[in-house]
């Protein structure tokens, strides 16, 4: 019954910023990390940047000193705040949450539905 729901996605003009949004729901006991992924049309999934349960931040060097992950845990929500956006930025993006769900005894990688960003140049 876990879900991730993604928001904040949509067309924005070379050098703007964007902020996606994707809340976790359901029967959650804890999440561990949570990643953004990109992915292009005829590409692979690539990931974006990653954040721990304590705030630890990682990036793909093509985002890095543009995106910010953060995340929100009482709210099990992760952000990805996206500034000087270029149009090579264009992709579908996806949150990730490993989540240990309630009655179970391992975690499990969760994806949201995607959201569309696309870059104008």
């Known amino acids: 019954q876990v879900q991730l729901v993604e928001s904040g996605g949509g067309l924005v003009q070379a050098g703007g910023s964007l902020r996606l949004s994707c809340a976790a729901s359901g029967s959650i006991s804890s999440i561990n990390a949570m990643r953004w992924y990109c992915q292009a049309p005829g590409k692979q999934r690539e990931l974006v940047a990653v954040?721990?349960?304590?705030?630890?931040?990682t990036y793909a060097d093509s985002v890095k000193g543009r995106f910010t992950i953060s995340r929100d845990n009482a709210k099990n929500t992760v952000y990805l705040q996206m500034n000087s956006l270029k149009p090579e930025d264009t992709a579908v993006y996806y949150c990730n949450a490993d989540i240990l769900r309630v009655g179970s005894i391992g975690s499990y990688w969760f994806w949201g539905q995607g959201t569309q960003v696309t870059v104008s140049s």
């Open positions: 954040i721990t349960r304590t705030g630890s931040t």
